[in-house]
């Protein structure tokens, strides 16, 4: 009997994973998913830049690889889902309101607490973004796949839920279509938000006006 394949989904928090795992180990019904939580945005991450940002994931995957006792031959592909936070946006609808204690999200502007801080996040993490291309770690098939603006704006309509509510998100979520997968892909694949004409014209959509606020995920492309 030949040995399932590994298709490895890196996802930024805890509520992500929660949300999605079920999901995708039941459409890659003949492959092993593992779920691997960078508890974080590599992407706007200090010290990772576009020159250095492909061996710090990869370097990542290793590590993980290693600790779960697989190797590179055994991983068919490697799926890695990010928010995109405005990110594209022109620094013009960057509003600065020092009462605010984090970025608040709208369909038309970021609100945050120091707008400088903002445009050089949003700077930073553009570059990294555009950096990671179809290739990674010993040419396994790598695709990066967007949530805007961010999980919770794309699975429930809220950009700007607390960590209580990505929680109480997560499970309703994975109730919804627990026994539906097929209706999961629908829902993914054929709403308002999903770009799923092709993989590089929904990055080319994303990266325009205002989309990278809106609420829009090509992660449908996934499940083709």
Known sequence: ?????????????PSDADSLELYFSKFFDSNTVHMKIMYGDITSKRGINQSNI????????KVYAENNHFKAADVQ????????????????????????DKFVYTLQSVIVPNRQVAIERNEHKREN?????????NNIP?????????????LHDKPNATDEEKKANSL????????DIN???????????SQCTGYKESWDYIKQD????????NLGLCFV
């Open 1 to 13: 009997m030949a040995r399932r394949k590994i298709v490895l989904v890196i996802v930024e928090g």
């Open 54 to 61: 492909k061996a710090r994931l990869g370097n990542e995957i």
């Open 77 to 100: 592909q490697i799926i890695h889902l990010v928010d995109t936070d405005g990110a594209f946006v022109d620094d013009s609808v960057i509003i600065e309101d020092e009462t605010k």
């Open 129 to 137: 973004l555009n950096a990671l291309t179809s290739v990674m770690w």
């Open 142 to 154: 790598y695709k990066i796949y967007y949530m805007s603006c961010n999980l919770d704006h794309v």
């Open 172 to 179: 309703d979520f994975t109730e919804r279509y627990y026994d």
């Open 183 to 193: 209706a999961f892909i629908k829902f993914i694949s054929e709403s308002t938000f």
């Open 210 to 217: 205002k989309h990278s606020l809106e609420r829009n995920s």
